[in-house]
């Protein structure tokens, strides 16, 4: 009983046996702890049904995103993915979340288009689930960071299942940081804000068991039971989501700030309804005042209380059937319908409902030919759609209402910036797999066929993109300091075939030394929509851009080495330090491994004839939008070369599809009969990482290629130093913001946007971690990593403002190179089970009743806050982009200030040669335009993750295999303020675009590098819940 059998993982337990009674038998069973693995170089971590249901990360957060995938977070070497806004699954060895793969029942479960788990299964549906981490078998081919490996439940011979129900209310939980500056109150007196909304069901039931089926004919039974042969398992669950939507960071003008807006002339009569129409009015002048033509306009805080819920029908049928002793076949089916508000929009006005339909279903045939040859197949289909759409909102003489971003108010007035979209995926899957016992070789070898038919629509930014640096600007309706729209778009088609290829050899050199040789095959078609990019072959430039099909490669083999040595020693000081056979083993591992390009890069990189990116500046015409803005109408005819190029703005090289290497070694111990511990390191190199560029633009000022800048002072400078400097803001103007030979070749007009394959990450972990399995009514693991990532990027799109997507010069990566957005050098984990032994066996029936058969379970988390860029908030080097650009550091200022710059000017022409800072006891000053900055990415720590999630329990047993509980979970038992960008619990994606006021200087709010007023403090929620198991 002290076997484990893990999911995907062959199990192998040296055994003496000897001749016994007839009828004796050794059972192997599923679902414990493998305290020390002794024959592969894989790093697991599994939990079994109960650590699913009963610790509390597996229904943190509201909407049933992750579920299961959060368990991840309790192994070593699994940090939180923060506020970078993509990807499932959180940083597994140093990889990037959408670099980890989603396994259901042995099938796809990934999302092409977005990467993370598509179907969802609830915490109630799980037999097993298991996370394998960066060295894993060569039969694992796709994706190189985790393995997130989930089994749903089967029926047995003995009818089993649950009722159960989860709920939360607003009045149980604590008050967010984020409510409380907005003036809500949990006993409100007259005027106060009441506490908004907050309410969520989660509850249903299952039932498995063997198929009873009537019984036709005459005599005999009328119905037949098929115990051993025929098993069903189904299981219904409703989820409902109940909110009031809130958005943070966000201030808006009071009533009085209105009134004094219309009262300015020279206003934009159409800028200034728009902003009364969707602005909520602040409540009082709790963040300071903007400046609207020298007129002074009191602001404040705003928190918003819209209706947002989501509601979710989820049902399971398993069967299986065992037709032989050496034959059996499973079949799975899943089916989600699920509708919420896409609250992705900054304004609740603008909120619409989005629709989405999963449906999964397997069918697994098990053949044993003989006792040394085994057979798997699987087929699959699986199916996905979801639809995004806009409000009907009119912006007065613009043709779609475009998204404004006022960078002094920290807020965006427009629909979702991704809306409109939908996304429809159709899933074809065959694998099949073949296990062959040779002597002591265990050979393994397969193929995994995928013919995936996806239609998408994503066209980032298609109603128009605007941001000014004021208010005071959008309302004199000038032209925005960025503009740019996406014109044309059309339906991409993801369509592409996929096939993995894996051979494995396990080879048992000696009884304790085990040799793990792989190497597994990807292939990954181009899909069909980027190979529309032959369209624009009549703009290609040969040895500079060719527009053609990218080329698809068809040689990624990726080796597998490892090995698992057990030492034995039965005495002396080595027996105190290994022990006896299988109590220790000594293991390391090389691999390599490939990711998954997914479809929201090429959805972005359509040729002109399909979609064009149309840009403005400041430099643009008065009066923009009162002239329409950016024209949504594409420019046609392109029958000639140079109209081609001078459209163009994307560009899909050929297939290079990203890889890591790993390496590993670790030692583990067993000690007593329950316990274990771990010594671990790990490292990994990403190689070939998705980085987004402009091929053709570079900055005006890049030092570190000659284009030198403006110096900014501290101190004010005199005169006669300020005449005596040669440099001029109109001298820099001057130079090109296209790179010559691109210029040279027609493309200086638009910026030609490619997601590269040349982003480069290394991290390197150490790792310990103790183990108990249960006994004694104990279990538990506990785990400290110290570990240190580096990147040069870590978003590929517009997820987060923290730690941009695109670079500050787009022709030196390397200067990028710095601490990742994904680096916590320090996270501590602990989690248990305990069942508290009071009363547990007492022979007073009401005593073992009322007082006995209680539990605790819970997790604590320490992690290393993110590490976040400070951005000057203008294109202070002048490449047309503000996106990546740095700050300056002042090294004596006082951290955490932030100042803004006045330009210095020569007397003799009055030309700007430099800047002051205003304040130069601050820490980070404003980059001027044309000026130089002086500081990395990631250069400010937010606040970390110190988070207790406990779960309070309570069985009343009704017989030996039925239960009634009640269950209380505490999800930041102990309300500490936790100011972090992401969740403290869960390895769902947080998008933080919208968080520009946090770490961008200009223009200068009270929020800058102030966690504590943008971030949520994460407060208690309380969660009660029923279940009945029988």
Same mark, same amino acid.
């Given at each position: 009983?002290?076997?484990?059998?893990?999911?995907n993982?062959?199990?192998?337990?040296?055994?003496?046996?000897?001749?016994?009674?007839?009828?004796?038998?050794?059972?192997?069973?599923?679902?414990?702890t493998?305290?020390?693995?002794?024959?592969?170089?894989?790093?697991?971590?599994?939990f079994?049904?109960?650590?699913?249901?009963?610790?509390a990360?597996?229904?943190?957060?509201g909407?049933?995103?992750a579920?299961?995938?959060?368990?991840?977070?309790?192994?070593?070497?699994?940090?939180?993915?923060?506020?970078?806004?993509?990807?499932?699954?959180?940083?597994?060895?140093?990889?990037r979340?959408?670099?980890?793969?989603f396994?259901?029942?042995?099938?796809d479960?990934?999302?092409k288009?977005?990467?993370?788990?598509q179907?969802?299964?609830?915490?109630?549906?799980?037999?097993?689930?298991?996370?394998?981490?960066?060295?894993?078998?060569?039969?694992?081919?796709?994706?190189?960071?985790?393995?997130?490996?989930?089994?749903?439940?089967?029926?047995?011979n003995d009818?089993?299942?649950?009722?159960?129900?989860?709920f939360?209310?607003?009045?149980?939980?604590?008050?967010?940081?984020?409510?409380?500056?907005?003036g809500?109150?949990?006993?409100?007196?007259?005027?106060?804000?009441?506490?908004?909304?907050?309410?969520f069901?989660?509850?249903?039931?299952n039932l498995?068991?063997p198929?009873?089926?009537?019984?036709?004919?005459?005599?005999?039974p009328?119905?037949?039971?098929?115990?051993?042969?025929?098993?069903?398992?189904?299981?219904?669950?409703?989820?409902?989501?109940?909110?009031?939507?809130?958005?943070?960071?966000i201030?808006?003008?009071t009533?009085a700030?209105f009134?004094?807006?219309?009262?300015?002339?020279?206003?934009?009569?159409?800028?200034l309804?728009?902003?009364?129409?969707?602005?909520?009015?602040?409540?009082?002048?709790?963040?300071?005042?903007?400046?609207?033509l020298?007129?002074?306009i009191?602001?404040?805080?705003?928190?918003f209380?819209?209706?947002?819920?989501?509601?979710?029908?989820?049902?399971v049928?398993?069967?299986?059937?065992?037709?032989s002793?050496?034959?059996?076949?499973?079949?799975?089916f899943?089916?989600?319908?699920?509708?919420?508000?896409?609250?992705?929009?900054?304004?609740?006005?603008?909120?619409?409902?989005?629709?989405?339909?999963?449906?999964?279903?397997?069918?697994?045939i098990?053949?044993?030919?003989?006792?040394n040859?085994?057979?798997?197949?699987?087929?699959?289909?699986?199916r996905s759609t979801?639809?995004?759409?806009?409000?009907?909102?009119?912006?007065?003489?613009?043709?779609?209402?475009?998204?404004?971003?006022?960078?002094?108010?920290?807020?965006?007035?427009g629909?979702?910036?991704?809306?409109?979209?939908?996304?429809?995926?159709?899933?074809?899957?065959?694998i099949?797999?073949?296990?062959?016992?040779?002597?002591?070789?265990?050979?393994?070898?397969g193929?995994?066929?995928r013919?995936?038919?996806?239609?998408?629509?994503?066209?980032q930014?298609?109603?128009?993109?605007?941001?000014?640096l004021?208010?005071?600007d959008f309302?004199?309706?000038?032209?925005?300091?960025?503009?740019?729209?996406?014109?044309g778009?059309?339906?991409?088609?993801?369509?592409?075939?996929?096939?993995?290829?894996?051979?494995q050899?396990?080879?048992?050199?000696?009884q304790?030394?085990?040799?793990?040789l792989?190497v597994?095959?990807?292939?990954?078609?181009?899909?069909?929509?980027?190979k529309?990019?032959?369209a624009?072959?009549?703009?290609?430039?040969?040895?500079?851009?060719?527009?053609?099909?990218?080329k698809?490669?068809?040689?990624n083999?990726?080796?597998?080495?490892?090995?698992?040595?057990s030492?034995?020693?039965d005495?002396?000081?080595?027996?105190?330090i290994?022990?006896?056979?299988?109590?220790?083993?000594?293991?390391?591992?090389f691999s390599m491994?490939?990711?998954?390009?997914?479809?929201?890069?090429?959805?972005?990189?359509?040729?002109?004839?399909?979609?064009?990116?149309?840009?403005?500046d400041?430099?643009g015409?008065?009066?923009?939008l009162?002239?329409?803005?950016?024209?949504?109408?594409?420019?046609?005819?392109?029958?000639?070369?140079?109209?081609?190029?001078?459209?163009?703005?994307?560009?899909?090289?050929?297939?290079e599809?990203?890889?890591s290497?790993?390496y590993?070694?670790?030692?583990q111990?067993?000690?007593?009969?329950?316990?274990?511990?771990?010594?671990?390191?790990?490292?990994t190199?990403?190689?070939?990482?998705?980085?987004?560029n402009?091929?053709?633009?570079?900055?005006?000022?890049?030092?570190?290629?000659g284009?030198r800048?403006?110096?900014?002072?501290?101190?004010?400078?005199s005169?006669?130093?300020l005449?005596?400097?040669?440099?001029?803001?109109?001298?820099?103007?001057?130079?090109?913001?296209?790179?010559?030979?691109?210029?040279?070749?027609?493309?200086?007009?638009?910026?030609?946007?490619?997601?590269?394959?040349?982003?480069n990450?290394?991290?390197?972990?150490?790792?310990?971690q103790?183990?108990?399995?249960?006994?004694?009514?104990?279990?538990?693991?506990?785990?400290?990593?110290?570990?240190?990532?580096?990147d040069d990027?870590t978003?590929?799109?517009f997820?987060?403002?923290?730690?941009?997507r695109?670079?500050?010069?787009?022709?030196?990566?390397?200067?990028?190179?710095?601490?990742?957005?994904?680096?916590?050098?320090?996270?501590f984990?602990?989690?248990?089970?305990?069942e508290?032994?009071?009363?547990?066996?007492?022979s007073n029936?009401?005593?073992?009743t009322?007082?006995?058969?209680?539990s605790?379970?819970?997790?604590?988390?320490?992690?290393?806050?993110?590490?976040?860029?400070?951005?000057t908030?203008?294109d202070?080097?002048?490449n047309?982009?503000?996106a990546?650009?740095?700050?300056?550091?002042?090294?004596?200022?006082?951290?955490g200030?932030?100042?803004?710059?006045? /330009?210095? *000017?020569?007397?003799?022409? @009055?030309?700007i +040669?430099?800047? !002051? &800072?205003?304040?130069? =006891?601050a820490?980070?000053?404003?980059?001027?335009n044309?000026?130089?900055?002086?500081?990395?990415?990631?250069?400010?720590?937010?606040?970390?993750?110190?988070?207790?999630?406990?779960?309070?329990?309570?069985?009343?047993?009704?017989?030996?295999?039925?239960?009634?509980?009640?269950?209380?979970?505490?999800f930041?038992?102990?309300?500490?303020?936790?100011?972090v960008?992401?969740?403290?619990?869960?390895?769902?994606a947080?998008?933080?675009?919208?968080?520009?006021t946090?770490?961008?200087?200009?223009?200068?709010?009270?929020?800058?590098l102030? /966690?504590? *007023?943008?971030?949520?403090? @994460?407060?208690? +929620?309380?969660? !009660? &819940?029923?279940r009945? =198991?029988?």
């Amino acid at each position: 009983s002290d076997v484990s059998v893990q999911i995907n993982q062959s199990t192998d337990i040296p055994t003496q046996l000897t001749v016994g009674g007839v009828g004796e038998t050794v059972e192997v069973t599923a679902g414990g702890t493998e305290l020390v693995d002794t024959t592969t170089a894989n790093l697991s971590k599994s939990f079994n049904a109960r650590q699913v249901s009963e610790l509390a990360q597996t229904s943190a957060g509201g909407l049933p995103g992750a579920g299961v995938n959060n368990l991840a977070l309790i192994a070593p070497g699994v940090s939180s993915s923060g506020g970078v806004g993509v990807g499932m699954g959180g940083s597994v060895g140093g990889q990037r979340p959408r670099n980890n793969n989603f396994m259901l029942d042995g099938v796809d479960n990934n999302d092409k288009s977005v990467t993370g788990s598509q179907s969802y299964i609830s915490p109630e549906e799980v037999a097993e689930f298991s996370l394998l981490q960066n060295q894993f078998s060569a039969e694992f081919a796709r994706s190189n960071g985790g393995q997130f490996i989930t089994v749903t439940k089967s029926g047995t011979n003995d009818f089993h299942g649950s009722f159960y129900g989860f709920f939360r209310n607003r009045y149980l939980n604590a008050l967010d940081n984020l409510q409380k500056q907005a003036g809500i109150t949990r006993d409100p007196a007259d005027g106060d804000n009441f506490l908004p909304r907050s309410d969520f069901f989660r509850g249903g039931a299952n039932l498995g068991g063997p198929v009873i089926l009537p019984s036709f004919g005459e005599g005999g039974p009328s119905f037949k039971s098929f115990r051993d042969k025929l098993f069903f398992f189904t299981s219904y669950e409703r989820l409902h989501l109940g909110t009031a939507a809130g958005a943070a960071g966000i201030v808006t003008p009071t009533a009085a700030g209105f009134a004094t807006l219309s009262t300015i002339p020279g206003l934009s009569a159409t800028n200034l309804g728009v902003l009364r129409d969707f602005l909520p009015v602040a409540p009082s002048n709790n963040s300071g005042t903007i400046s609207v033509l020298g007129r002074t306009i009191p602001i404040g805080t705003v928190a918003f209380s819209a209706p947002n819920f989501f509601k979710q029908n989820h049902v399971v049928a398993n069967i299986d059937y065992n037709q032989s002793a050496a034959t059996q076949y499973r079949f799975r089916f899943t089916m989600t319908n699920s509708a919420g508000v896409d609250n992705f929009a900054n304004l609740p006005i603008f909120f619409t409902t989005a629709p989405s339909k999963q449906r999964l279903f397997s069918a697994t045939i098990l053949h044993n030919f003989t006792t040394n040859l085994i057979n798997e197949t699987r087929i699959a289909f699986r199916r996905s759609t979801s639809t995004t759409l806009v409000p009907g909102f009119n912006f007065p003489g613009l043709d779609s209402f475009p998204n404004i971003t006022l960078d002094d108010l920290g807020v965006n007035i427009g629909p979702n910036q991704n809306a409109p979209q939908f996304r429809i995926e159709n899933n074809y899957q065959v694998i099949n797999n073949v296990t062959y016992l040779a002597g002591d070789h265990t050979f393994k070898f397969g193929g995994d066929f995928r013919n995936i038919i996806s239609p998408q629509r994503f066209v980032q930014r298609e109603r128009g993109d605007y941001e000014y640096l004021n208010t005071e600007d959008f309302l004199r309706d000038v032209s925005p300091v960025f503009g740019e729209r996406n014109v044309g778009g059309n339906t991409y088609y993801g369509n592409q075939r996929i096939l993995y290829g894996f051979a494995q050899d396990d080879w048992r050199i000696r009884q304790n030394l085990t040799l793990n040789l792989g190497v597994s095959y990807s292939y990954q078609e181009v899909p069909v929509g980027a190979k529309f990019q032959a369209a624009n072959a009549i703009a290609s430039v040969p040895g500079l851009l060719e527009f053609r099909a990218p080329k698809t490669q068809k040689k990624n083999f990726a080796p597998k080495v490892g090995f698992a040595y057990s030492p034995n020693f039965d005495g002396g000081m080595l027996g105190r330090i290994f022990g006896a056979s299988g109590k220790s083993s000594i293991r390391a591992g090389f691999s390599m491994g490939y990711d998954y390009i997914f479809d929201n890069l090429y959805v972005l990189s359509n040729p002109p004839q399909a979609q064009q990116t149309i840009d403005v500046d400041e430099s643009g015409p008065a009066n923009f939008l009162a002239n329409g803005g950016i024209s949504p109408v594409p420019t046609g005819g392109l029958t000639d070369a140079a109209t081609a190029r001078a459209v163009t703005s994307s560009f899909i090289p050929d297939q290079e599809v990203p890889y890591s290497i790993t390496y590993t070694a670790s030692f583990q111990r067993q000690f007593h009969k329950d316990w274990s511990f771990e010594l671990r390191y790990l490292g990994t190199r990403g190689v070939h990482l998705i980085t987004q560029n402009r091929l053709n633009t570079q900055a005006k000022v890049a030092p570190e290629s000659g284009l030198r800048g403006l110096p900014t002072f501290l101190a004010a400078p005199s005169q006669a130093q300020l005449n005596a400097l040669t440099l001029t803001l109109d001298n820099i103007n001057a130079r090109s913001n296209y790179v010559a030979r691109f210029a040279n070749a027609g493309f200086n007009n638009a910026r030609v946007v490619a997601f590269l394959s040349n982003g480069n990450s290394t991290y390197h972990g150490g790792s310990a971690q103790v183990q108990k399995r249960f006994s004694n009514g104990l279990q538990g693991t506990f785990a400290y990593t110290f570990s240190h990532l580096i990147d040069d990027t870590t978003a590929e799109v517009f997820s987060t403002v923290l730690s941009p997507r695109r670079v500050e010069d787009f022709q030196n990566l390397r200067r990028e190179r710095a601490d990742s957005a994904l680096d916590h050098r320090h996270r501590f984990v602990a989690s248990w089970i305990y069942e508290l032994p009071f009363f547990r066996t007492s022979s007073n029936g009401f005593l073992k009743t009322a007082l006995g058969g209680f539990s605790i379970a819970g997790t604590y988390s320490a992690e290393s806050g993110e590490k976040i860029t400070v951005r000057t908030g203008n294109d202070a080097n002048l490449n047309g982009d503000a996106a990546g650009d740095r700050a300056i550091l002042n090294p004596a200022g006082t951290e955490g200030i932030g100042s803004l710059v006045t /330009p210095l *000017r020569r007397s003799t022409d @009055n030309a700007i +040669v430099g800047y !002051l &800072a205003v304040n130069p =006891n601050a820490r980070y000053i404003q980059t001027g335009n044309g000026a130089e900055s002086n500081i990395g990415r990631n250069t400010f720590q937010l606040p970390g993750i110190n988070n207790f999630d406990i779960s309070l329990f309570k069985n009343f047993r009704v017989s030996e295999s039925k239960y009634f509980q009640l269950r209380a979970d505490f999800f930041n038992a102990f309300n500490h303020p936790q100011y972090v960008p992401g969740s403290v619990n869960t390895v769902d994606a947080t998008n933080t675009s919208g968080l520009t006021t946090l770490n961008q200087i200009a223009p200068l709010t009270t929020d800058f590098l102030r /966690p504590d *007023r943008v971030l949520s403090s @994460n407060p208690r +929620v309380i969660q !009660l &819940a029923a279940r009945f =198991n029988f």
